[in-house]
C-alpha cells in the first residue's frame, strides 16, 4: 500500500505537482525538431522544473500543426520548417525527435549550425550512418557542440545502482527485454515504427535491450548468434519491419545474451516481461578472513533489474547471491546458503552519488541535467554516452539484422557531403 502510494506521489509530482522552475537569465534555449508525440514526456516535462532549459521553440513541416503543438505545450516561438529554426541565433540546443532515418540528416544540419543536439534514440539508423555522425569533424574538433544519443535510461540512479552490482568480467549469461502494448498506444499502421524508408523495425525502435546488454556487459558483442524476427504484415511495413525480436548473442568474456523485443506485446505479455535486465553471473571464489584455513568461499549472483526503462514510476533491483563453502581448489562442500536483498535508487543518494535530485526525476530529467552540465561545461555525475558507445550501438543493430533475415536499415538518401 505504501508502495503504491509513493508511485502516484512520484507520477503527479513529474506530471503537474513539481514546482514549475524559476528560469535562470542564461537559461538554454531549445528548439524541437517535428511536433512528436515523445516530446512532452522525454522533454518539456522535465524542462518545466529545469532552471537552465527553457522550450524555446518548434518547428514542423505544416506551421499549423506547430502552433497547434506549441499552444498545446507552452512553447512559446513557432518556426515553419526545421531549416528555419537552425537558423535562429537565439537558439542553442536542439531536440530531434524525428523518424530514424532522418536523425542523420537533422543531427549533421544542427550541428552544423552550431546547435547543441539531443538526439533521440536510436541515433541513426545504421553502423555506416553512425561512422558517419560520431566521426565527423562537426563532432570531433575539439569545441565541437554537445552530441547526445537520448539513451534517458542510462542516467537513472536504478541503474547506476543496478551496474554497481555487476562483476563484469564474471558475467555468464546476461538478458533484456522490452515488451510493448503497441496496439494500445497507437503504433499502428502508418507509424513510423513500421516504415522501412523511415528506418522502422523494432530492432532499432527497442535498441535499449541490446544496449543493456553492452551495459551489463561493458563491452561489444563479438557476435549476435541468432536473430528471429516476425515482421508487421505488408502494408504496412513492406514485410521489412519487424515488430518482433528474439536474439541470442556471445561476449568478449565468454558470457552469452539475450534480447527480446515486441511492439505489438499483449498486456499480458507486457505486464510479465515489461522491461527486465538480469544478469547471471559465474561461481567465483570472494575473500572471508574469517574462514579457517583449507576452505574458500564461493559466490553466484544473479542481479535482477525490473523496470529499466520507466524506474521512477516503479523499479526494484534483486541481488541473490548464493554461497558454497568447500575445500580449497574446489573440494567438498561444507556449507551453502542463498543470501537474497531487493534495493531501490531512486535518487542519486540512494545509489552513493552526493548530489541533489528527487525521486520523482524520471530518466529523462535525469539525462537532461546531464545534457546542460556538458553544454556548461560542469561536472556531472558521470553517466553518459559516449559518442563511441553509440557507434558500437549502431554496430550491435546492424549483427542483430544480419543475423535476422532481413536486411540493414536503410541509409539515407541525404547527402552527408553537403553539410
Ligand atoms: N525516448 C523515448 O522514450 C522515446 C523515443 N522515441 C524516439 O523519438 C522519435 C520520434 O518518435 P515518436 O515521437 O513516437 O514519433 P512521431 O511520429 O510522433 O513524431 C515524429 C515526428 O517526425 C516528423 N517527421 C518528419 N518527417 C517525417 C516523415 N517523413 N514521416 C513521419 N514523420 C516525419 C513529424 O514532424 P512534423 O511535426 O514536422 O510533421 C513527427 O512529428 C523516434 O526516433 C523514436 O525512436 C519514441 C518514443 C519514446
Ligand atoms: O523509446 C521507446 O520507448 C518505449 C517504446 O514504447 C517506444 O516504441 C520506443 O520508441
Redesign the pocket.
Known sequence: MAGLLSFVHRSWQNAVGAPKAIKAGDAIKVGV???????P??LFTPARYHPEVIIYAV????RK??EA?AKKHGIPHVFSS?EDLLASPLIEAVYI????G??LEWALKALQAGKHVLL???SVANAAEAALLFHHPLVTAPSAPVLLE?F?YRFHPAWLAFVALLDRPNVAHARASLKVPGKHMGFGAG???F?YA?SGGAL??LTYTMSVLRGIYGAAPTACTSCEVDTMPSPPGDGLCDYKYDATWTFPNGGTGETHGNLQAGVLESLGDFANAEAVHRPVVVPDAALPGGLEKVRTRRVAYTNY?GPAMWHRIDVEDRFVVRKRGGGEVVREWTAKESKKAYTLRDAGIDRPSEPYWWT?KYMLDEFVNRVRGREGTGAWIEHEDSVEQAKTIDMAYAASRLPLRQTTKFDPASV
Open positions: 525538431l517535428g511536433a512528436a508525440n515523445i516530446g514526456m522525454a518547428a514542423a513541416r505544416d500543426k506547430a503543438y526545421y525527435p524525428l523518424p530514424n532522418l536523425h533521440e534514440k536510436p537520448a534517458h507509424d513510423i515504427r516504415n523511415l532499432l525502435d526503462i529523462y
